[in-house]
Each structure stands twice: as C-alpha cells, then as structure tokens.
T-cell receptor, first 117, second 112 residues
C-alpha cells in the first residue's frame, strides 16, 4: 500500500516571501500521480497542482511549483510571493496510475501554513 | 465551484441514530469517492463507486454503507452513530480515466 508523509505539521511564512512544504511517499509503482490540495478555513478541498510521475519536468501553476524527485520519492511544494490568502492546510496526495476504476487518493497528514504580515 | 454538490452541509444528530449524506458528482463524472476527515484520523478514504458499482473499499466501518444510483448520484448511509463518527465527510468525483478528483464542500456531521 502507498503511504504519504508530511513531516511538517506547521509552517510559517512572511507575506511576499517563499516557502517550501515537504512531502515524501512510498510506493512500488512506477507510474502514478502526485497532487497538492489546499484546504482553507472554508474547508473546501482545492487542487493546487498535479504532477505525473512519468514527466521529468516539474509542474508549475503561477506562484506554485513542485520539486519532484522520483528516485528519492520526494514531492515538495514551493509557494512564491506568499499571500495572506495562501494561509491554509496543505495536503500532499498520491494516486495510482490505474485507469478508471479503483484509483483513490491517499493523503498525507497535512501541513498548516500561516502567512504573516 | 467544483461542480460536486453535497447535501446537507451540516448535520447534527444523536448517538444511535442513522443519517444519509448525499452527493451529486460533476456532470459526466462516473466515479464517486467518499472520504472522512477527522482530527485524529486525518483524511481517510471510505469507498469508491464507478458507474453504479463498488470499485474500492477503504477504512469503512460495517455500520456505514453507500450506493451509487443510475443517475450517478451517491448516498452514504451511517447507522448506529457514535460520538467518534463526528467528522467532515467529503464526496469527490472524477471521470473514467486518470483525471484529477474534484471535491464537494463536505457534510459536517456532529453526533451528540
């Protein structure tokens, strides 16, 4: 079974600065997807970014980028130019490459990000 | 707006009772997933349905059951409720391939 580990329960960053959230995972599969989800105080789960394991290029979405190290099974999220609205719980998640049916998300325990002025 | 609709948003009930949570997936999505989020267990996968059939089971208690109907909406039934069942229950949907999951806004269940 796959496991996802987020070793930083809480992080803090100043507005406009850069912060990196860590995530490691364990799997025996070679093809899979990795995700970062954001959960603000509204508790809605919002997809931030997705990475396909077969792609060597790191995914980027505006101020959000990842550092995907497949051999090390590491998947960190970098938030640049942090904004107050980035304050939230961030979850790293793994999804098998299985087509269609039985491919659930496995989540880490989350990192709570505080953004200060 | 993710396009996934969950009702009700909040539910308060007593121990021993039974409740039904409802989820309407995004238009065209065939897969529905149920997750439970609690402080001590984190985000736990409960069950997945694909086009009306159960496809994967996670940490779902025997007191809990789910189904997906022909119109693809899904219901999660929780019975003999205990205090520890208090949690935020999410529904998510995806298409038949490897698309990302879209989450509803959740149902907050409080068992008193």
């Amino acid at each position: 079974a796959q496991t996802v580990t987020q070793s930083q329960p809480e992080m803090s960053v100043q507005e406009a600065e850069t912060v990196t959230l860590s995530c490691t995972y364990d799997t025996s599969e070679s093809d899979y997807y990795l995700f970062w989800y954001k959960q603000p105080p509204s508790r809605q789960m919002i997809l931030v970014i997705r990475q396909e394991a077969y792609k060597q290029q790191n995914a980027t979405e505006n101020r959000f980028s990842v550092n995907f190290q497949k051999a090390a099974k590491s998947f960190s999220l970098k938030i640049s130019d942090s904004q107050l609205g980035d304050a939230a719980m961030y979850f790293c998640a793994y999804r098998s490459f299985l087509t269609g049916t039985a491919s659930k998300l496995t989540f880490g325990t989350g990192t709570r990000l505080q953004v200060t002025l | 707006d993710s396009g996934v609709t969950q009702t009700p948003k909040h539910l308060i009930t007593a121990t021993g009772q039974r409740v039904t949570l409802r989820c309407s997936p995004r238009s065209g999505d065939l897969s529905v997933y149920w997750y439970q989020q609690s402080l001590d267990q984190g985000l736990q996968f409960l069950i997945q349905y694909y086009n009306g059939e159960e496809r994967a089971k996670g940490n779902i208690l025997e007191r809990f059951s789910a189904q997906q109907f022909p119109d693809l909406h899904s219901e999660l039934n929780l019975s003999s409720l205990e205090l520890g069942d208090s949690a935020l229950y999410f529904c998510a949907s995806s298409g038949g391939g490897n698309e990302k999951l879209f989450f509803g806004s959740g149902t907050q269940l409080s068992v008193l």
